[in-house]
């Protein structure tokens, strides 16, 4: 077997495995100091319980970036670990474009088509305006079956927008 067709296994492996066991999620973070009173975070993420947490490190080497890490360290309960990749540029210039050649079989694939978009929007830095920030809050907020698992609602978000731009 040829090395290529050895890492295009690997590649075709590493989608189905974050097709059922990744992420990609945009945080929403409040923040006082930022020019919206919030931020958003971009973050991909493969989490596995611990017995089958080498799988973790094959991905990270695959794509040279991230880190290992306990997925809730301070739980006595979940033991699992999670990959994480957070920086932007490997974002940019890592992750999406495997995503892009590696299409997502799932609807996981609209949540990647959509965060693919926050990334890049931010790199030209269109949520530096009020309008390009509210845009890339509602998208964040339709990932993921519409923020079902959010902390906040989208309403309470905008309530403290409002009110933290006001203020400024």
């Known amino acids: 077997m040829s090395a ?22 945009v945080a929403i973070q409040k923040v006082a100091h930022v020019r919206f009173g919030y931020q958003l975070l971009p973050e991909f993420h493969v989490s596995q319980n611990l017995d089958y947490a080498k799988t973790l490190s094959v991905i990270r080497s695959r ?13 006595k309960i979940d033991k699992s670990w999670v990959f994480v990749v957070r920086n932007r540029k490997d974002l940019l210039f890592k992750v999406i474009p495997f ?3 590696h299409r997502l079989l799932s609807p996981k694939n609209q949540d990647f088509t959509k965060f693919a978009f926050i990334v890049k ?10 309008a390009g920030f509210v845009k890339l809050l509602r998208i964040a907020f339709s990932m993921n079956r519409n923020g079902q698992y959010r902390k906040q609602c989208l309403s309470n978000v905008f309530k403290n927008l409002e009110s933290s731009t006001t203020i400024r």
Do not use: W
Not at 4 to 25: K, M, P, T, W
Not at 121 to 128: G, I, R
């Open 121 to 130: 929007a931010m790199n030209k830095k269109s949520h530096f305006t009020k």
């Open 4 to 25: 290529d067709n050895q890492q295009e296994r690997l590649d075709s492996y590493i989608a189905g495995y974050v097709d059922g066991e990744g992420s990609f999620h």
């Open 63 to 75: 794509f040279g970036c991230g880190y290992i890490k306990p997925n809730h360290a301070k739980s």
């Open 99 to 101: 995503f892009t050649k």
